[in-house]
């Protein structure tokens, strides 16, 4: 192939792909649409609780969907979160989380054994300060860095993610944002399972986005 059949190859190839991102945009717009459509639905008298349910199910996605599109697009940002804590996490409250696992995971001995100093440095870390002031100002901020370093440190031998998954559900509810007004639950078993494997095979180099993720889906 010349330079004129790579140069038209290449063009046709571009011009192929922005037809599908607009496309997919444009789909995208269209679900977005139908959805806020849907949500205006539930508030009709004349249809019945099993409809109702079925839309309230579909709608609830919409925020997820959201999330995707701002991560496709690098538009993530840091939510405003909750700054008055009630809790510290101290090594000794994470050892006595990690004991009564052990319990739960007694078919491993090496559960929760420290290989190093890690741990220590990874619940200093979430509380470090510069100039004065907090690195991670929010309680969600601190709980999606101790989920991540907690992964990423590989401080035990064995259970570094059930370790890491479970401290970060226990500093969200010890320092009651774990659930919502509504009582709903801010992040379900699968997006925890799914936050802590995603982290796990991350780079470091997409540390900043994977923590953006989190604090978007603890809204």
């Known amino acids: 192939m010349g330079n004129q059949g790579i140069k038209k190859h290449l063009i046709d190839g571009y011009t192929i792909n922005e037809k599908r991102l607009k496309l997919a945009e444009h789909k995208y717009l269209e679900l977005q649409k139908s ?14 609780n099993e409809t109702k349910g079925l839309i309230q199910v579909i709608t609830e ?14 538009k993530l940002s840091v939510p405003k979160g909750t700054k008055e804590s009630k809790y510290i996490l101290t090594y000794e409250e994470a050892r006595k989380i990690v004991e009564s696992m052990r319990v739960k995971f007694k078919n491993s001995p090496l559960f929760g054994q420290e290989k190093d100093k890690s741990f220590v440095s990874s619940l200093r870390t979430i509380y470090q300060t510069f100039d004065g002031k907090e690195l991670y100002p929010t309680i969600e901020e601190k709980a999606a860095n101790l ?33 919502r007004r509504d009582g709903t639950n801010r992040i379900d078993n699968n997006s925890l399972v799914a936050l802590t494997l995603m982290i796990a095979t991350s780079k470091p180099s997409e540390k900043d986005v994977m923590i953006k993720v989190i604090l978007n889906l603890l809204v």
Do not use: M, P, T
């Open 35 to 48: 959805i806020r459509l849907l949500g205006n639905v539930i508030s009709l008298e004349n249809i019945s």
């Open 147 to 179: 989920l991540y370093f907690v992964v990423k440190n590989h401080s035990f031998v064995d259970g570094n993610k059930r370790i890491a998954a479970a401290l970060f559900i226990c500093f969200l509810q010890k320092n009651g944002i774990l659930f």
């Open 61 to 74: 996605y919409s925020r997820a969907l959201d999330i995707l599109d701002d991560y496709d697009n690098n």
